[in-house]
Nanobody
Framework: QVQLVESGGGLVQAGGSLRLSCAAS????????MGWFRQAPGKEREFVAA???????YHADSKKGRFTISRDNAKNTVYLQMNSLKPEDTAVYYC??????????????????WGQGTQVTVSS
C-alpha cells in the first residue's frame, strides 16, 4: 500500500511558478506509476501528468510546455513543476499512485491511492 502526502501549493501571481511535491511511503513505490490530477470548484477531477517508475512521462496536451512531472526514486518523491501559471490553473492538486495503470491513463477512477491534495491559487 502507498501513502501520499502533497506539499508546495500556495498563492502565486499569474506568470509565476510553483513546484509541487508528493512524498510517498510504502514498499511498492518504485514499481508504481504516479500521476498528478487537479480539481477546480464545480469541475471534475482533471488529469495533468503521469510518470512511470522508470521515468517515462505523459502530460496532458493542454499542460505540455508549462508543466513537467519528474520523480526521485531515492527520495520516494514525485514533483510537478508548474511554470507560466494562469488563473485558470487554480485548483486543488492531487497526487495519485497505482501499481498497474499505464501512464497514459487519464481517468482518475483507475488510480487506487490518493493524497489529501494541495491548493494552488493563481491571482490575475
Amino acid at each position: 500500500q502507498v501513502q501520499l502526502v502533497e506539499s508546495g501549493g500556495g498563492l502565486v501571481q499569474a506568470g509565476g511558478s510553483l513546484r509541487l511535491s508528493c512524498a510517498a511511503s510504502g514498499p511498492t513505490f518504485r514499481a508504481t506509476s504516479m500521476g498528478w490530477f487537479r480539481q477546480a470548484p464545480g469541475k471534475e477531477r482533471e488529469f495533468v501528468a503521469a510518470i512511470s517508475w522508470s521515468g517515462l512521462t505523459y502530460h496532458a496536451d493542454s499542460k505540455k510546455g508549462r508543466f513537467t512531472i519528474s520523480r526521485d526514486n531515492a527520495k520516494n518523491t514525485v514533483y510537478l513543476q508548474m511554470n507560466s501559471l494562469k488563473p485558470e490553473d487554480t485548483a486543488v492538486y492531487y497526487c495519485a499512485a497505482d501499481p498497474q495503470v499505464p501512464i497514459t491513463t487519464t481517468n482518475p477512477n483507475f488510480y487506487d491511492y490518493w493524497g489529501q491534495g494541495t491548493q494552488v491559487t493563481v491571482s490575475s
